[in-house]
C-alpha cells in the first residue's frame, strides 16, 4: 500500500491532505508538535477510512525534531507532503527575531532536508512525490513569511530540474501554492481577515484536489484557484517596487 508522510497533519491543508489520502486508500504518517491531538486525527482516520495511520510526534524548529522526521522520511514513503507552517503575529520589526529564525527553520530547513532524505529512496524504487506548501504570498512582498515561500518555490523548481533526468518522469518535486485557505492558520498568528472579500477565499478540500491534479501532470508549480493564477501572472508582469506597494498590506492586519 503506498506511504504518504504530511507534516503538520492534525490542522488546515495538512488535514484535508490526511483525509484526501486516506479516502484514496494510502496509508498515512502523520506529523505533529501536540501528541494527543495527533493521536485522535490518526484514530479518527483508522475507524473512517481503514487505513494505517503511524504517528510521529515531533517539533520540526528543533534539531531533534528535524532528524527523527528526516529518519522516517528515508522510509517507505511515496509521497511527502511538507504542510508544517506559521505565520508570525506582527510584521518584520515587530516581532522578535527568534521567532523568525524558527520560522526560516521550520519553512527552508525542514523542507530542504525532508526533501533531501525522501528523494533518494523514492529515485531508488522509481516512483514518488514531494509537495512542497508554499504559498501566493511567494509572489508578493509579505516579509519573512513571504520569503520563506518564494524561496520553497525555487528550492522545489531547483529539484525538480535536477531530478529530471534521473527520475524518468515517475518521481516529481511541486511547490503548491495556495492564497486565503478557510483555515485556523490565520487565527493563530491573531490576523485580522475582516477586509478580504468572500471571493478571495479557497477551501481546503478544493486546494488539495487541485494540487493532487496538478501532480498527476507533472506541474512544478501548483496555484489553486483561477482568482490567484491571475493575480500571479499579473504580479510577474508588474515592477517589483509596484508588487510591494500593493501587496504589504493585505490580509496583514493583526489583533
Not at 504559498?135 to 516579509?143: C, I
Not at 520553497?152 to 515517475?170: K, L, N, P, T, Y
Not at 501587496?247 to 496583514?252: H, L, V
Request: hydrophobic share 45%.
Amino acid at each position: 500500500m503506498p506511504t504518504a508522510f504530511i507534516t503538520g497533519a492534525t490542522a488546515g491543508l495538512g488535514a484535508a491532505f490526511a483525509r484526501r489520502l486516506a479516502s484514496d486508500g494510502l496509508d498515512l504518517v502523520l506529523l505533529a508538535r501536540d501528541g494527543e491531538r495527533l493521536e485522535r486525527a490518526a484514530a479518527g482516520l483508522r475507524d473512517r477510512y481503514a487505513v494505517r495511520a503511524e504517528t510521529l510526534r515531533a517539533d520540526l524548529s528543533t534539531e531533534e525534531g528535524l532528524a527523527a522526521a528526516e529518519e522516517r522520511a528515508r522510509g517507505d514513503v511515496d509521497l511527502l507532503v511538507n504542510n508544517a507552517g506559521f505565520g508570525n503575529k506582527g510584521k518584520f520589526l515587530d516581532v522578535p527575531v527568534s521567532d523568525e529564525t524558527t520560522m526560516l527553520r521550520v519553512h527552508c530547513e525542514a523542507v530542504l532536508r525532508l526533501t533531501h532524505a525522501a528523494l533518494p529512496p523514492m529515485l531508488d524504487r522509481g516512483r514518488g512525490a514531494v509537495v512542497n506548501v508554499a504559498s501566493v504570498a511567494a509572489f508578493t512582498a509579505r516579509g519573512t513569511y513571504g520569503a520563506s515561500k518564494a524561496w520553497v518555490v525555487a528550492f522545489s523548481e531547483g529539484v525538480a530540474a535536477d531530478i529530471a533526468g534521473r527520475s524518468r518522469g515517475r518521481v516529481h518535486v511541486m511547490a503548491l501554492c495556495p492564497g486565503f485557505v478557510h483555515t485556523e492558520f490565520h487565527d493563530r498568528a491573531r490576523m485580522d481577515m475582516s477586509g478580504v472579500p468572500d471571493f478571495m477565499w479557497l477551501e481546503d478540500e478544493a486546494v488539495v484536489d487541485a494540487a493532487l491534479r496538478d501532480l498527476r501532470r507533472g506541474a512544478r508549480i501548483s496555484v489553486p484557484g483561477a482568482q490567484y493564477k491571475t493575480i500571479v501572472g499579473v504580479t510577474r508582469l508588474l515592477p517589483r517596487g509596484l508588487v510591494a506597494r500593493l501587496s504589504s498590506d493585505r490580509g496583514r492586519k493583526y489583533t
